[in-house]
């Protein structure tokens, strides 16, 4: 992870190949901290809502920042002067913006930017839809695999009455509670879900284990993901 550095809007891909090369494009938005400003507001306004669904407020924002994550594989061109490798993004690349807002986890905002063989992305900043994270720790870990927030799984003991779980873990304050025999998905309050797991495993005997529902990305490739800090 690298200091934070002035971001230029839209990023670039790191390619050589002139088809995915920002400069090329006839027509690039013109954005810059307006944008950033943007999904700012667009972030904390998505957390604030899922926040309510649990009757809790957002707190303020104490600080920002924002980081890029791409997905860097060397690959094999073939110039007039033979084979060589090179490194390109495989993936939309995504920008990750995160608030420090008092609570157990930073809240989290993702949003891709879709230019994967194109000149650019057309929807590139106004468009985006925001998926909310839940970040444990502001590691290349918690970061690159952040948490889906207010998203939790359950595991049960066997043999376990499922309707009489679905109406305890209902009053404790779950929603959207999914699953069957050993095994639940439900919704909880977000940004704190590592507490929730924690009461979950000591309140209820039926519970195994709780743990938050994490990002899982492909690894096939090398050098891999990659994490910079932009702002």
């Known amino acids: 992870m690298t200091d934070g550095t002035n971001l230029p809007w839209p990023f670039p891909w790191l390619t050589p190949n002139p088809v995915t090369d920002v400069a090329s494009a006839r027509s690039v938005p013109s954005v810059g901290m307006e944008a950033t400003q943007l999904f ?20 303020s924002a104490i600080s920002a920042e924002l980081y890029l994550i791409q997905a860097l594989s060397e690959v094999t061109t073939r110039p007039m002067s033979g084979a060589e490798i090179n490194t390109a993004v495989i993936y939309p690349p995504e920008f990750l913006f995160t608030f420090d807002v008092g609570l157990e986890h930073l809240v989290g905002g993702s949003i891709i930017w879709e230019a994967l063989g194109k000149f650019g992305d057309a929807d590139f900043p106004w468009k985006k839809p925001v998926t909310l994270r839940s ?23 066997d043999d376990v009455d499922f309707s009489q779980v679905r109406q305890e873990l209902s009053d404790f304050g779950l929603q959207d509670l999914d699953g069957s025999g050993t095994f639940v998905t439900a919704a909880c309050t977000p940004f704190e879900e590592a507490s929730v797991c924690r009461k979950l495993e000591s309140d209820f005997g ?6 938050m529902n994490k990002i899982v990305r492909v690894n096939d490739f090398s050098p891999g993901w990659s994490l910079t800090r932009l702002v």
């Open 40 to 59: 700012n507001t667009s972030v904390l306004e998505a957390a604030e809502a899922l926040s309510r669904k649990f009757g809790k407020n957002l707190p």
């Open 206 to 211: 039926y519970v195994k284990y709780a743990e």
């Open 135 to 157: 970040i444990r720790e502001k590691t290349y870990r918690g970061l690159v695999y952040p948490g889906v927030a207010g998203s939790i799984m359950i595991g049960l003991v």
